[in-house]
């Protein structure tokens, strides 16, 4: 049974900075790509980063230089490091993992439950 749990998330001033963190169980980590998402009232969800497999990353435009993607195998753990946060970044934040069944990946995904971040 795969569980993601996102944490980290909370109120802060424009220009503060916040650290995300997802911790996974029963997924088999690094094997496929994970993604962060982020929802905010009235929209639609959006990507906002992408993890591949063998660790490329790339960011959304609105988030590049100032949002870092990581993660650490070991823990089975992805991180998002967020700076110079501004009032448009609050949204619900969510981590993705592409599903994976002995080495190979799925064309589907596990989803976390969230975590708010709200910049105000």
């Known amino acids: 049974h795969v569980q993601l749990v996102e944490s980290g998330g909370g109120s802060v001033q424009p220009g503060g900075s916040l650290t995300l963190s997802c911790t996974t169980s029963g997924y088999n980590f690094g094997t496929c790509g994970m993604e962060w998402y982020r929802q905010a009232p009235g929209k639609e969800r959006e990507l906002i980063s992408t993890?591949?497999?063998?660790?490329?990353?790339k960011y959304k435009g609105s988030v590049q230089g100032r949002f870092t993607a990581s993660r650490d195998i070991s823990k089975n753990t992805l991180y998002l490091q967020m700076n110079s946060l501004k009032t448009e970044d609050t949204a619900m934040y969510y981590c993705a993992a592409q599903a994976e069944r002995s080495g190979l990946c799925l064309p589907y995904k596990h989803w976390g439950r969230g975590t708010q971040v709200t910049v105000s």
């Open positions: 993890i591949t497999n063998d660790g490329v990353i």
